[in-house]
Every structure is written in structure tokens, then in C-alpha cells.
Nanobody, 124 residues
């Protein structure tokens, strides 16, 4: 069982930055690929970024590519999402998720564990 707790969300002006963190419990964090997803009001949850178990492979949604960086610290059982040049359309609840498969995925259904989410609001 893996428990995930996101933090770092908040209200920021357009053009600003935020760093989201996802702290995990359990002894096997380094075995999981990790992902960030987001869900805006009235919209489906969507993929934002993913990182493989070692941190050596990352993947981003087109809408955040070049503005966001996913990283992980396996010693701290934590995954991060640095978001820069934020836009009002980035406003959403951001979720981290853990995937035990051999290869990382963009698909929600691939992820086994989810956090409760952290709100990010970008004002124009």
C-alpha cells in the first residue's frame, strides 16, 4: 500500500511559478513510476507529467512541456512538479499517482494509487 500526500498548491498570478510536492509512505517508492495529473472544474482528469522509477525518463503533456519539470528524490520518497510561466488555464486540482508497471504511462487507468490533490489557481 502506498499513501500519497500532495502539497505546494496555492494562488499565483499568471506568469508565476509553483513547486508541487508529493510525499509518499511505504518502503518501495523507488519501484514506482510516478505521475502528475490535473482536473479542472467541469473537465476530465488529464495527464500532466510522468517520471520513471529511477528518474531517468520523463514525459510531459504538450500543454506543459517546456514550462514544467517533474523530478523525484527516492531517498525522500518524494516526487516534485515545478511549474513555471503559469497560465490561467493551468488552474486545476493537481494529483500525484503511483504506477507499479514496468513502463510509465500517461493513462489514468495505469496508476494504482492516488493522492487527494492540491488546488492550483492561476489568476489573470
Amino acid at each position: 500500500q502506498v499513501q500519497l500526500v500532495e502539497s505546494g498548491g496555492g494562488l499565483v498570478q499568471a506568469g508565476g511559478s509553483l513547486r508541487l510536492s508529493c510525499a509518499t509512505s511505504g518502503r518501495t517508492f523507488s519501484r514506482y513510476n510516478m505521475g502528475w495529473f490535473r482536473q479542472a472544474p467541469g473537465k476530465e482528469r488529464e495527464f500532466v507529467a510522468a517520471i520513471n522509477w529511477s528518474g531517468g525518463i520523463t514525459n510531459y503533456a504538450d500543454g506543459v512541456k517546456g514550462r514544467s519539470t517533474i523530478s523525484r528524490d527516492n531517498a525522500k520518497n518524494t516526487v516534485y512538479l515545478q511549474m513555471n510561466s503559469l497560465k490561467p488555464e493551468d488552474t486545476a486540482v493537481y494529483y500525484c499517482a503511483a504506477d507499479s508497471a514496468l513502463t510509465m504511462s500517461k493513462e489514468l487507468s495505469a496508476y494504482d494509487y492516488w493522492g487527494q490533490g492540491t488546488q492550483v489557481t492561476v489568476s489573470s
